[in-house]
Nanobody, 126 residues
C-alpha cells in the first residue's frame, strides 16, 4: 500500500469547485512538506502548491494563486487542495508528494520530494 494516496479527482464544470485530498500514512512517513503537482501530456510536472509542516508556510504557483487553497487536516492525516473557479486548462493529472528531508520553505521542484502518490485525474468541462 502506498504511503501517499490522492483522492477527489473527477469531472467538474468550468467555474466549479473540487477538493483533492492527499492521505499520508501516519505510521510510516514523517514529512516536512507536502507538494501538489500536475502534469499535462507532453509537459513537465508542474509544482502548483506546497505546505510546510514545521511552520505552516504555503506556496501557490501564479497559475492557481487566488483560486486554490492548500490546508492540512491533522485529524485525517491529509493535506487537501481546494480548487475553486476551475478552468479547462486545469484539466490534467494531479499528484501529491512528500519531502522527508528537513525543509522549512516550500520548493516546487520535483527532485526535492521523496515519495509520490499515484495521481488523480481532474477534468474540467467547458
Amino acid at each position: 500500500q502506498g504511503q501517499l494516496v490522492e483522492s477527489g479527482g473527477g469531472v467538474v464544470q468550468a467555474g466549479g469547485s473540487l477538493k483533492l485530498s492527499c492521505e499520508v500514512s501516519a505510521f510510516t512517513l514523517h514529512w516536512y512538506a507536502i507538494g501538489w503537482f500536475r502534469q499535462a501530456p507532453g509537459k513537465e510536472r508542474e509544482g502548483i502548491s506546497c505546505f510546510v509542516s514545521p511552520n505552516g508556510e504555503t506556496y501557490y504557483a501564479d497559475s492557481v494563486k487566488g483560486r486554490f487553497t492548500i490546508s492540512r487536516d491533522s485529524a485525517k492525516n491529509t493535506v487537501d487542495l481546494e480548487m475553486n473557479n476551475v478552468q479547462p486548462e486545469d484539466s490534467t493529472v494531479y499528484y501529491c508528494a512528500a519531502a522527508v528531508r528537513p525543509l522549512y520553505h516550500c520548493i516546487d521542484k520535483t527532485a526535492e520530494y521523496d515519495y509520490w502518490g499515484q495521481g488523480t485525474q481532474v477534468t474540467v468541462s467547458s
